[in-house]
């Protein structure tokens, strides 16, 4: 069965700095897609970022950027110049047969 | 805004009474997705709709259902509610079905509590 862990249930960073959260999955397939949504205190699910399992180049948006590492099944979210507002909870997801999420990586930015 | 709309935003309930969430998606996406979100924990998928059919389940119980209209916006039914149903509800919408290389968008929720 697919999985898809966090091992970092919490962290905490100084404004500014840069941090990286985990994610590691598990799955036989080949084609399939990654995603890390941000969930601050407002609950609202908010899309971060998405990769392409065929897809080589890592993607990017903005301050936020991933480091997928197809062999070794890794898929880690780095923030760069952090701030305030992007505390929140962290879900890592991975898209199969159907969407399986990590149990998340709550992340504060201290000011 | 995702363009994913839920209604209502909260609701307070007793227990053993029933309610409706609804939930309309993007326009253009075929897909529906329910997830349950208790306080701290993560998401748990409970049940899929694609252009009206039933396509997957998770972990839902038999006192919930759903359904997808030929609007395609979708209900999701809660009934003989306990204290542990508490929990924020969301939907989700998608394009096409899960496993074809899909991104969910998610509405706002619908916060749930039962006293």
């Known amino acids: 069965a697919q999985t898809v862990t966090q091992s970092q249930p919490e962290m905490s960073v100084q404004e500014a700095e840069t941090v990286t959260l985990s994610c590691t999955y598990d799955?036989?397939?080949?084609?399939?897609?990654l995603f890390w949504y941000k969930q601050p205190p407002s609950r609202q699910m908010i899309l971060v970022i998405r990769?392409?399992?065929?897809?080589?180049q890592n993607a990017t948006e903005n301050r936020f950027s991933v480091n997928f590492q197809k062999a070794a099944k890794s898929f880690s979210l780095k923030i760069s110049d952090s701030q305030l507002g992007d505390t929140a909870m962290y879900f890592c997801?991975?898209?199969?047969?159907?969407?399986?999420f990590g149990k998340g990586t709550r992340l504060h930015i201290l000011p | 805004d995702s363009g994913v709309t839920q209604t209502p935003k909260h609701l307070i309930t007793a227990t053993g009474q029933r309610v409706t969430l609804r939930c309309s998606p993007r326009?253009?996406?075929?897909?529906v997705y329910w997830y349950q979100q208790s306080l701290d924990q993560g998401l748990q998928f409970l049940i899929q709709?694609?252009?009206?059919?039933?396509?997957a389940k998770g972990n839902i119980l038999e006192r919930f259902s759903a359904q997808q209209f030929p609007d395609l916006h979708s209900e999701l039914n809660l009934s003989s509610l306990e204290l542990g149903d508490s929990a924020l509800y969301f939907c989700?919408?998608?394009?096409?079905?899960?496993?074809?290389?899909?991104?969910?968008?998610f509405g706002p929720g619908t916060r749930l509590t039962v006293l």
């Open positions: 989700a919408s998608s394009m096409r079905l899960a496993g074809e290389r899909n991104t969910q968008y």
């Open positions: 799955t036989s397939e080949n084609n399939y897609y």
């Open positions: 990769q392409e399992a065929y897809k080589q």
């Open positions: 997801a991975f898209d199969d047969d159907k969407i399986i």
């Open positions: 326009s253009g996406d075929l897909s």
């Open positions: 709709y694609y252009n009206g059919e039933e396509r």
